[in-house]
C-alpha cells in the first residue's frame, strides 16, 4: 500500500508505483483528496477525480482508495490486510510506527522532477 497526492502525475510517481508493486501481488494506493491535500500545505492543480482516474489506469495499480486525513493508515492497513507500506525515502522515519501492522518500505525518490518543479516551469 501507498499514499500521494500524485498531482501532474510524472516519472517519479510511475517509478514509485512500479517499485512499490514489486513488494507484493496487489497493489493498493491511497490518493489525497483535494481538501486534504491543503493540510499538507500543498494546492493540486489536477482535480482529485482525475488524480484518481489516472492511477488507476497504471498498470502496476489494483485499488485506488482516498487518502482523507493523516490518521487513517493503521485501519486501512488491518481493514486491506495490506503485508507491506510503501512510501518515497522523502517521509524516511515518519512512518516508523506502521511496524507495528506491516513492513514498512522507504524508496529512493525519482531526482530532477517533482509536481512542484513542473508547477513552476509553467509559469
Ligand atoms: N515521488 C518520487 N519521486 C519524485 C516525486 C515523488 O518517488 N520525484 C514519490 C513520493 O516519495 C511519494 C509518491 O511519489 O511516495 C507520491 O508523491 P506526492 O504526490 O508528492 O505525495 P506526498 O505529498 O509525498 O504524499 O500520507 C502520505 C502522503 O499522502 C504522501
Redesign the pocket.
Known amino acids: 500500500m501507498?499514499?500521494?497526492?500524485?498531482?501532474m502525475f510524472?516519472i517519479?510517481?510511475l517509478?514509485?508505483l512500479n517499485r512499490a508493486k514489486t513488494f507484493g501481488d496487489r497493489l493498493i494506493v491511497?490518493v489525497?483528496t483535494d481538501e486534504f491535500n491543503l493540510t499538507?500545505g500543498?494546492k493540486t492543480v489536477i482535480p482529485f477525480e482525475d488524480r484518481c482516474e489516472i492511477v488507476k489506469n497504471i498498470k502496476s495499480v489494483d485499488r485506488v482508495i482516498a487518502?482523507l486525513s493523516?490518521d487513517q493508515?493503521i485501519q486501512d492497513i488491518q481493514n486491506y490486510e495490506i503485508e507491506t507500506f510503501v512510501?518515497?525515502?522523502?517521509?524516511t522515519g515518519k512512518f516508523d510506527f506502521l511496524k507495528k501492522y506491516c513492513n514498512v518500505i522507504y524508496?529512493?525518490?525519482?531526482?530532477?522532477?517533482?509536481?512542484t518543479d513542473l508547477k513552476k516551469k509553467l509559469k
Do not use: C, V
Not at 87 to 91: H, L, R, S, Y
Open positions: 501507498t499514499y500521494g497526492t500524485f498531482d510524472h517519479g510517481h517509478k514509485l491511497a489525497s499538507k500543498k487518502e493523516w493508515k512510501i518515497g525515502n522523502d517521509w524508496i529512493p525518490r525519482t531526482e530532477g522532477i517533482s509536481s
